[in-house]
T-cell receptor, first 115, second 109 residues
Framework: ETGVTQTPRHLVMGMTNKKSLKCEQH?????MYWYKQSAKKPLELMFV???????ENNSVPSRFSPECPNSSHLFLHLHTLQPEDSALYLC??????????????FGPGTRLTVT | GQNIDQPTEMTATEGAIVQINCTYQ??????LFWYQQHAGEAPTFLSY??LDGLEEKGRFSSFLSRSKGYSYLLLKELQMKDSASYLC??????????WGAGTKLIIKP
């Protein structure tokens, strides 16, 4: 496997369910990101991890809980979601955090539908 | 506040040239990125500009004017596979990417 992978690709969950999204990067990068992408809206940065430490948390509701056990893996734990949380969730990685010029490499995303 | 503006949708003809504009207002500036995103796929990096001027990469070029808070992506010799959304993002003083909503480019034969 190369690049950034995400599982599952599609997820349908009820408002009372608990599920997790998984991201893995095979690029040897030090920074990983979670984004939310809703139709016709800009990408919203949710969380940033640098060397397994959370460095940014952009006012994300507590029903989203990130976990970064090592520099290659990133999880997003979901519980008690709302229908407006339905979106594409993208994981990305970059060589470093807080350095200009390093592009981010994105995974294919998880299409989440909350019913 | 921080803001990125780009057109919602553009249409162009196969073989032609199209210019996608982006204006940005961010707290500080550490460069301007362009990404391409095909429907249902991940965004992929196209270009990065931090100095004024034009950067050329094959059929794609990107321009930056820091004094005007303005960038454009120029696509030449358009091909059907160029039909995609093009995302403009400015890196602010905290090294966060501030994204535009994307420009959907439709290529017609």
């Amino acid at each position: 496997e190369t690049g950034v992978t995400q599982t599952p690709r599609h997820l349908v969950m009820g408002m009372t369910n608990k599920k997790s999204l998984k991201c893995e990067q095979h690029l040897g990068h030090n920074a990983m990101y979670w984004y939310k992408q809703s139709a016709k809206k800009p990408l919203e940065l949710m969380f940033v991890y640098s060397l397994e430490e959370r460095v940014e948390n952009n006012s994300v509701p507590s029903r989203f809980s990130p976990e970064c056990p090592n520099s290659s893996h990133l999880f997003l734990h979901l519980h008690t979601l709302q229908p407006e949380d339905s979106a594409l969730y993208l994981c990305a990685s970059s060589q470093d955090w807080a350095s200009p010029g390093y592009e981010q490499y994105f995974g294919p995303g998880t299409r989440l539908t909350v019913t | 506040g921080q803001n990125i503006d780009q057109p919602t949708e553009m249409t162009a003809t196969e073989g032609a040239i199209v210019q996608i504009n982006c204006t940005y207002q961010t707290s500080g500036f550490n460069g301007l990125f362009w990404y391409q995103q095909h429907a249902g796929e991940a965004p992929t990096f196209l270009s990065y500009n931090v100095l004024d001027g034009l950067e050329e990469k094959g059929r794609f070029s990107s321009f930056l004017s820091r004094s005007k808070g303005y960038s454009y992506l120029l696509l030449k010799e358009l091909q059907m596979k160029d039909s995609a959304s093009y995302l403009c993002a400015s890196m602010d003083s905290n090294y966060q990417l501030i994204w535009g909503a994307g420009t959907k480019l439709i290529i017609k034969p």
